[in-house]
C-alpha cells in the first residue's frame, strides 16, 4: 500500500511542538503515524523559522530548536526556492505565505495539505484537510 504523503501546514507543526490543547491530539497521531511508518510528513523549510519564531517567545530557543530537530527526525523538508516564490507570487493566492506552503506541498509530491485553516487553500488542487477530517478519512481506507 502507498503511503500517503502528507504535507503540514505550520498552523499543525506549531499545534504539535506547542502541544496546544485541543488541537494537539489529532496532529500527534499523524505525527506516531509517519514515525511508524504508516504516513510520511513533509513541513516547509519556511515553517521551520516561523515555529523557532512563535515558539521562543513561549518556550525558549533551546527548546524550541531541540523540538524541531525531533520534529526533523520524523519529516521531510521541502525546500523554499526561486520556483516555488515565483509561482506563489503569481497564484491566485489571497495570502503569499500560503502559496509558498502549497507549492511546496506539489513540489514534494504531498498527496493531501493538513492544515487547520482549510479555507486559506481554496486555490489548491490538492485535497485539504484538517488533521481529524484526515484521521476519520483513515477508517474508510
Excluded: H, W
Aim: charged share 30%.
Amino acid at each position: 500500500m502507498k503511503k500517503d504523503r502528507l504535507f503540514l501546514d505550520t498552523n499543525v507543526v506549531i499545534d504539535f511542538l506547542d502541544e496546544r490543547v485541543p488541537f494537539y491530539e489529532p496532529i500527534a497521531r499523524i505525527v506516531t503515524l509517519a514515525d511508524s511508518k504508516i504516513v510520511v510528513l513533509v513541513a516547509s523549510a519556511l515553517s521551520y523559522p516561523t515555529v523557532d519564531y512563535v515558539l521562543s517567545k513561549i518556550k525558549g530557543k533551546e527548546r524550541v530548536k531541540a523540538n524541531l530537530r525531533r520534529f526533523k527526525i520524523v519529516s521531510e523538508i521541502s525546500a523554499l526556492n526561486e520556483s516555488v516564490i515565483e509561482k506563489g507570487l503569481n497564484s491566485k493566492f489571497t495570502d503569499f505565505e500560503d502559496s509558498l506552503q502549497y507549492y511546496c506541498a506539489l513540489q514534494a509530491n504531498c498527496a493531501i495539505i493538513i492544515t487547520r485553516d482549510v479555507k486559506d487553500f481554496k486555490e489548491s488542487t490538492l485535497p485539504v484537510m484538517t488533521p481529524e477530517a484526515y484521521l476519520r478519512s483513515l477508517s474508510g481506507k
